[in-house]
C-alpha cells in the first residue's frame, strides 16, 4: 500500500435484499470485504466495515404477502437471518445497516427534501418497461434479443405514471470529467470503461418515487404523501448517513476513504445513481468501487429467482470453517464470472489446506516433538536455509501486490508457493535422517527452525484469509503476538521456539459423497 494512504479506511457491501435468505453470492461479497478489513488493519489501518439489508420495495412487499406474513415481521426475521449467517462465518462487521431504522427513514426524507428544495426533484409523466427483480426501468438496449431482464429472464412489464424525477442528467459531465481522471475510482479498469461508454449516450432522469396506490412498504416522500421513496434513492443513502450524515457530528474524513463492494449487477447504480445524488447534496464522492463478477451455477448467475443456490454456512459446515473464504478467493478472478462446482471445492480444500499447509504444519510440528520435546533453537544458518527464508519477503511482496491489483487469485497462488517450497526444503534437508544421526544433532535443530519459521510467516501472511487457522498455527508454535497487529508483518527471524505438544490439526480432506450402488 502506498505510503501517503489515508490512516482510515471505510468499506461496504451492498445491503443485500431480504427477499432472499444468504446465499453464496452474497457471501462472496461479505467475505471479500471481511478480508480487506483485516488485511487493512493488519497494515495498521482503523477500518469501519459495514453490511445489511436492504428492506423497503415491491418485490418484498410482494414476497412477504406471498407467504401471507406481515411484511415488518417478515423483514426483521430475513435481516436476522444476514446477520446471524455473518456472525456464524465470523466475519466482523462494525455496523448492521437496516433500511428500515427510524434513523435512515428520517434522514433519506431530509435528503429529498433538501433536494426537492434545490430544484433537483421534478414532477413529470413517465412510461417505460419495470423489472421488478431489478427493481428498475430497463432501457431497449438493456433487455435480451427476445425482450427479457438478462438478470431475471422476464419480461418487464410496460408501466405509464406520473412520478417525482431525480434531475440526474444535469451531472452527466461532471461524472464523465470525474471518471476521466480518476483512474481508481471504478476497478478493475474494464468496469470503468462500461460506465465511461454508457456515459456517452445522454443520461436520463431517474424515477425516484412509486404511487402509493402500487406500492406503500416504503418510505413516504416528505413533500407529497401520496408517493413512497423508490427503494434504490431510499437504499444507496445508507453508506452517507451510517457515517453520520447529515447530522453535527458526520464523520467526513471516514466518508472520504469510502471503498463501495459490489457486483456487475449494481455498477450502474452505484457508479451513476449514487455520486450524482451525491454530487446533488453537494456531498464528496466515495473513493472507490470495486466491482466483482458474478458466481455462476450451471452456468447462470447463482440467485434465488433461477432456484439454483448454494448456502454459505452448508458448505461451511460440511467442508469445514474457513474453507468458503479460500475457494471464493482462490477461485475467482476478481471482476470476471466464475462457477462454482463441488468438485473444484474439494480438490481445492484438499490440495491447498489439507494437503498443503495442514500436513505441512503437522508434519514440521510432529518432528519438532519427538526430537526436542517442542523447544529448540535454531543456530548455524547455511546458503540453502537463507533462500528458502528469504521467499518469505517475495512472498509477502506478491501477497500485498495481488491485494493492491485486486488480484485476490495472485496473492493465494503466491502463498501457496511457499506452502510447496517449505514442503521441498523438508523433503531436501530430511530431517527424519538427520534425527537418526547424533552428529547432526545442531543441523536437525536449524533444519526445523528454519521450517518453523516458515510456518510462522506462513500463518501470518495468511490471517486475513484464515484468520482462525493463523491464530491455531501460531498457537501450536508457541507464538502469544496476535497475527491481527501490524508488527506481526515484520517476520521476525525467531532464535527460540515452545512448540506445544498437541499438534493442531488446521485442515481435514473432505470428500463428495459417494453414491452408494443399489442394494440387490
Ligand atoms: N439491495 C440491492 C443493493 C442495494 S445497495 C445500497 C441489491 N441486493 S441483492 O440482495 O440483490 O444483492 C446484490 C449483491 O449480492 C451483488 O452486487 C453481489 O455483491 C452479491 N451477489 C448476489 N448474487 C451474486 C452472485 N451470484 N455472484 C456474485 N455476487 C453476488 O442488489
Known sequence: MASNSPSRSYITTPLYYVNA??????????????????????RGLQVTFLTGTDEHGEKIEQMAKSQNRDVREFVDEVSQDFRTTWEKMDLKFDIFYRTTDENHVKQV????????????????????????????FLTDNEVTATGLCPDHQKKPEPRKE???????????????????????????????????SFLKQPLADLCISRPKTRLTWGIELPFDSHFVTYVWFDALLNYLVATGWSGPNWDKSLWETTNHLIAKDILKAHAIYWPTMLLALGAPLFSEIHASGYWLVDGTKMSKSLGNVIRPLEI????????????????????????????????AINAYLANGIGNLASRVLTLCQKNFKGEFAPSSLIEIDHVVLAKRETTLTAWNHGFDELKYQNALKAWSELVTATDLYVNENKPWALAKDPAQAERLQTVLGVCLRLLQALAVIAYPVLPQASRALLAALGIEADPASSTSLALENRSLFHVSAEVPKLFLRVQLPVTEPAAP
Not at 417525482?164 to 468496469?191: C, G, T, V, W
Open 21 to 42: 435468505r444468504p446465499h453464496l453470492g452474497h457471501s462472496y461479497t461479505t467475505l471479500l470485504a471481511d478480508v480487506i478489513a483485516r488485511y487493512r488493519k493488519q
Open 316 to 347: 461451511e459446515e460440511r467442508f469445514g470453517r474457513e474453507t468458503p473464504r479460500f475457494y471464493l478467493l482462490r477461485e475467482m478472478s476478481y471482476g470476471q464470472d466464475s462457477t462454482f462446482t463441488l468438485e473444484g471445492y474439494v480438490n
Open 109 to 136: 426524507q431530509h435528503a429529498l427534501q433538501t433536494l426537492k428544495d434545490k430544484g433537483e426533484i421534478v414532477f413529470r409523466e413517465y412510461e417505460g418497461n419495470y423489472c421488478v427483480g431489478c427493481e428498475r
Open 162 to 196: 406520473a412520478n417525482y424525477f431525480f434531475l440526474m442528467s444535469r451531472y452527466q459531465q461532471q461524472l464523465i470529467d470525474h471518471y476521466e481522471k480518476n483512474s481508481n475510482a471504478i476497478r478493475p479498469e474494464h468496469y470503468r470503461q462500461e460506465v465511461l
